[in-house]
Nanobody
């Protein structure tokens, strides 16, 4: 059974930074392409960033490009999302996702496993 556990969310002011972490257990992280999604109140879940198995390829939603950075450490079975210059519109529950398919890196295709999410609140 594969489990994804996110951490690092919290309440910050606009302009601040946060680093989210996702620890994967049950199978080696290297088997999966990974992504971060988010869901704001009253809105659909949306793709934020994706990363390939090796970490060599990354993709970002236009809304976070230049501010967020996704990375992974397969030895630690962990994926990270560094979020800088946070805005009020970044407020959402952030979910870690894993898939054997590369499509997840661009936010398309099916997700094999989801975490339960971590809440990020940005006050303006």
């Amino acid at each position: 059974q594969v489990q994804l556990v996110e951490s690092g969310g919290g309440l910050v002011q606009a302009g601040a930074s946060l680093r989210l972490s996702c620890v994967v257990s049950g199978r080696p992280l290297s088997r999966y392409a990974m992504a971060w999604f988010r869901q704001a109140p009253g809105k659909e879940r949306e793709f934020v960033a994706g990363i390939s198995w090796s970490g060599g390829d990354t993709y970002y939603a236009d809304s976070v490009k230049g501010r967020f950075t996704i990375s992974r450490d397969n030895a630690k079975n962990s994926v990270y999302l560094q979020m800088n210059s946070l805005k009020a519109e970044d407020t959402a529950v952030y979910y870690c996702a894993a898939a054997a398919s590369a499509a997840i890196m661009r936010g398309t295709g099916g997700v094999d496993y989801w975490g339960k999410g971590t809440l990020v609140t940005v006050s303006s």
